[in-house]
């Protein structure tokens, strides 16, 4: 009749669990622990009700939910690897530290001796809690990112509590050396290493496991204390609320721990009692279960004797496993170019073009299992009534002694024209006050040179139209900013009484200039654009019942007009195709495919954004990629201003995706933005306002410059946003 | 000049106390040819067993060796390194302890202990050669002993594994530390025997620590006997047990015969020995010697050689011719 090790039974059921929740949390959890809910609707008995987080344990909410309507359960499902982890590698690492010194000062060594002792004195003196407060809390370890919290976390932790293991191996090694087999092996002439491991280390190594694992419940217990001090991993440190002069702490993580429920639940211990003392539970039974496990292991060895291999095998197995479930998450985000026969070299709005790749991208939508939004089908068309393309467009400037002749889309290019053919003299306009304009006959037959810098767009449209009606020039030069390449392909066209808009580059204005006396001469023939404008738009739906109609929109272009840009195309095709391979697509992906992108206005983002097909509201964020142009380039152009901090989603998703960029080095240039009227604004592009101005959804903005510079591969972007999507999912 | 394996000069040893120093081993010469037995005989406390662990520097951080030096083939071994150190024992020199079931290692099996030895000093790794020593020292079932663990085997047999561990790497000397006390009396003559045998064939000198006579009859050529840190007598162990000239020695002899007799009374030596704190600068026995004279209560007598024998007593000296012939 076996009389049956209960500690090591009991422990080892624990510990099974909670290492089945660790590898498989989607099993147990029924909701991502990520869902933000202030408000809920329950419909009871016909009756509507509003209930306000944190909501009690019902059918929806097992165990409730914390303040910030976040599900308890589901949280500390996912939050069991963490939490677990950190014990682990906290108890790992003491004894990585604590059993080498404490075998060197257990041989005799008695610096290491002196080391260890002064060490534990210290401390055990003053709490350990004390000080890992006081350390944790310093400015350094504010709102770091994962991997380097959980790294102060252990490191801090470890160094706190290793010298009290570095005393108890320093005892026992001390013992295990007066064994009178000892003498033995010192009398073959071992020497003190080959006795350390040979010989004291098996002898050892049975008191070790269990200790470990009194060690690992010892850790959990403190992470559990700090965290009521709100000390946990990857506190945001966020402030809520500062109007009272006294910041008030938003102490919230970005990913699932318990120690973490505990701080931000102190408050509610009285209010929402379960969203305190299940985590509190769930602490406790990891706690028991490991010293269980320990207390059993010692129970067992007594009868038994661990040779030298199995400790190894044992140890090792153990830590292979922990290595194998961070490895879990490993996973491949590359991208790469799709593989597309006999696509056309140029695709630009309103040509026979752009309708056949519309076509090719709803199919491939379709073979994606994305549907369209549109009863109508995956194509939304568009008109494009005032645009042109231009069929033919020169521009020379005559001296006395020579023509130069400027080259369209390096030198100049047309904004607005009707068919025009025209030569006059250029009346430098630049330093007038055109706000006031006393003079503006003085501009009649002749082209004005403004200079676009000093002028908003809506300054700029009110001096044409002044000068269209009030004097009669015969064209208007805007010079551009920078010395940045100026290409326009369409041009939004008149009733034929307007005067030609052109924009010219610095080098050109200066040519202008430097020649008092030429004569320029611009001719311009222009023709319909044949087709509307096409918009692709599709939605993958989510996986998730609660929260699969929240979505995220993705904005793609595919107008390109060389070999650089149908590369961008293929690229962001199969873009499409990773994320709708991503695993855990809880909510909704909205794909939009503008046309129109490598033009001003005719970009279809303005188009759909007056009637979008769906709900603002469940709009998470849109993530703008229609700025990218080139395959290869120099520097990332970012803004993540309209993604401000009350948008949760929108936030962290820019966040992550900034946090990749620069750690990847690769060169960022922010995207200028004005504040006004408590938003940013994006006075260059009024393309990348469309969504958040129009609709309030909140946008990330991404694209391609320094197209001669090609240290950036696509490619590479690919990964950061696929890497970034994925883990905002989670 | 004769060749000494083995050279110790006026060594003596302290060992650390709580307070103060205690010398124990008080100035010893000791002088041991190749393939020579040499057997030390003493009582508890003279000394005899840190004398020969000296040798291999083999006792406690707390021993202090004041003065003297210690030569193996003319080499100087007290400015030996540790890891020099390390690769003489049981390679060249080889230790065996009293009680082998505690002295081998309790977890590993036989022949990993063995093979660990080999390893140690970059000996070809022979589970044959392993086999070959078992049986050398009388270990019939070499095979099945070799996966054995020591608490599995019989004290004799753990202590024939003992010897068979110092001798594998066949070192010039032995110094084996009462290795028969532990064992039953049958027992002791096979491992006596195995002893010269394994002398007579490789030529190893052993250095036998007893305070068994019939051990020292038995096996050693050359006796030294020890007493309070001292050493009392030497010289070829037929002529000392035959005839001892040291009082002690006497006195020692007239013991042990006495067992053998058959007589009512069992001679016994009355006090006991002087334990190392009580060491003074006189002869350490002269309190319980029947030959005391004045002058051994005042110094430390010499040692003086009388033919090929060597004896520290203070008869010994020119004066006393006449008291000679009473003992």
Redesign the interface.
Known sequence: MKKYNMPLLLGSVVLLILLLIMLFPDLFANQSPYNIQHLRFVHENGVLDIQRAPFKPDEDYWLGSDHLGRDIYSYMIYGTRLTITLGLLIALFEFIIAVPLGLIGGFGNNVVKIVIEKCNTLFSAIPALLIAIIVLNLDFFAGQDKFYSIASFVVVLTLVGWARMGVLVLERVKGILTMPFIKGEVAIGKSNVSIAIENVLPHLAPELIVLFFMEVARSLTLLMQLGIFAIFVGNLGLISDASAGVPINLDISFEPEWASMLSTSRALLTTAPWAVLYPALAFFISVLGFNLFGEGLRLRGRERFFSQKTTIKGLLGFFALILILNLFNHKDYSVGYAEIPSLPQSVFIGTESSQKTAHFIAERMHTLGIMPLEDSGYIIPYDLDQTAMLTHQSMALSTKNQTIILEPNIDFAFLSTDDISETAQIYDARKLDLFTMHAPHEFDQKFVLIEKKYYSEHALASFIKKIETNSAAKGVLLVSESDTQIANLTVQTGDGNRIPIIEINQKTAEKFISNENAVLTVEAKTESLQYDGFNVVGILPGSDPYIGEEAIVVGLGYNYLNQSGEDVFKFNINLMEAICGLSENRRSVIFVFLDGTLTKWQHGIHALTEDFPYSSQDLQVYLDLTGLKQASFGKIEFSADQAPITRQFAWSLARQVEDQLVKSGLEISYLSAIFTDGSYFFPEHQAYNAMFWNRGVPSIIMGTLDPEDTAIDVEMLGRILLKSISDNNY | MVDYLIEINGLKISFKQKNGFVQVVRGIDLKIKRGEIVGILGESGCGKTVSATSI?R?ED?SAIYDSGQIFFKGKELTDLSE?E???????QI????Q?AS???????KIGKQLM??LK??DLPRSKEKILVTLESVGITEAETVYEMYPFQLSGGQNQRI?IA??IICGPDLLIADEPTSSVDVALRKVILDMLKEINRKTGMAILMITHDFEVINYICDRVVVMYGGLIMEEGPMAEVMSNPLHPYTKALTYCAQSIYQNGSDLFTLSGAPPTPAEFKLECPFAPRCSFKRSTCMLEMPMMMEVDDRKVRCVLYREEYPDVRSDL
Not at chain 2, 85 to 91: E, F, M
Not at chain 2, 102 to 108: E, G, R, S, V, W
């Open positions: 291999l083999l951080e890891s150190y390390q690769k003489i024992r049981g390679n080889a230790y065996i302890f009680n505690t002295a081998l290692i309790p977890h590993k660990g030895v140690r000093h003992m561990q110092g």
